[in-house]
């Protein structure tokens, strides 16, 4: 079955340290997008790619990087000049971005600090 | 900026109701999709129906049906016949044609048997 598959599902970062977030897409989707989620808040725009070695920033890209080398990959680095990356991350592909293609959402990666 | 709001932090129906989930957003755009999302406790956003600003007619998906009012701004989900497997988190979105979609902060739903 085709899918977006994000991994780990729960991560622990140390002080100080670079976590990778993996999120994989066997859909062949062109565009995928990274979002976080906080308690009582909706998702919000991390990354997103529009095509391989393409992306953009979104509205709180402070303190994370991404790559985007392969079409079907779009790993997500929380960096630690990100000082608060205690949430919910949420990967999404879509055909194209645009809003004619709704967006498929893998099952997420909980990270919390140790 | 462009926002999306939904007023209702919490709601809660009787199963085999009618419940309604509001949604609101602010946009000088005159044509954009809208969505709702749902999250179960699993996590995962699952889409349930889409309606696109252009189309007057309301987009229906089974039990599931909008209320959209362009002029109002307003962008309602109605779930007929209420199920335990509808308790979940639901989310408004706009995509205004820029490559993102903005979401609401979501609406409780809980299933009372």
């Known amino acids: 079955d085709g899918g977006i598959t994000q991994s780990p599902k729960y991560l622990f970062r140390k002080e100080g340290q670079n976590v990778t977030l993996s999120c994989e897409q066997n859909?062949?989707?062109?565009?995928m997008y990274w979002y976080r989620q906080d308690p009582g808040q909706g998702l919000r725009l991390i990354y997103y790619?529009?095509?391989?070695?393409?992306?953009q920033k979104g509205d709180i890209a402070e303190g994370y990087s991404v790559s985007r080398e392969k079409k079907e990959s779009f790993p997500l680095t929380v960096t630690s000049a990100q000082k608060n990356p205690t949430a919910f991350y949420l990967c999404?592909?879509?055909?194209?971005?645009?809003?004619?293609?709704?967006?498929?959402f893998g099952d997420g990666t909980r990270l919390s600090i140790l | 900026a462009q926002t999306v709001t939904q007023s209702q932090p919490e709601m809660s129906v009787q199963e085999a109701e009618t419940v309604t989930l509001s949604c609101t957003y602010d946009t000088s755009e005159s044509d954009y999709y809208l969505f709702w999302y749902k999250q179960p406790p699993s996590r995962q956003m699952i889409l349930v129906i889409r309606?696109?600003?252009?189309?007057?007619q309301n987009a229906t998906e089974n039990r599931f049906s909008v209320n959209f009012q362009k002029a109002a701004k307003s962008f309602s989900l109605k779930i007929s016949d209420s199920q335990l497997g509808d308790a979940a988190m639901y989310f408004c979105a706009y995509d205004f044609g820029n490559e993102k979609l903005t979401f609401g902060t979501g609406t409780r739903l809980t299933i009372i048997p």
């Open positions: 790619s529009q095509i391989v070695n393409d992306f």
């Open positions: 309606q696109e600003a252009y189309k007057q």
């Open positions: 999404a592909s879509s055909i194209a971005t645009g809003g004619n293609q709704p967006q498929h």
């Open positions: 859909l062949n989707h062109d565009a």
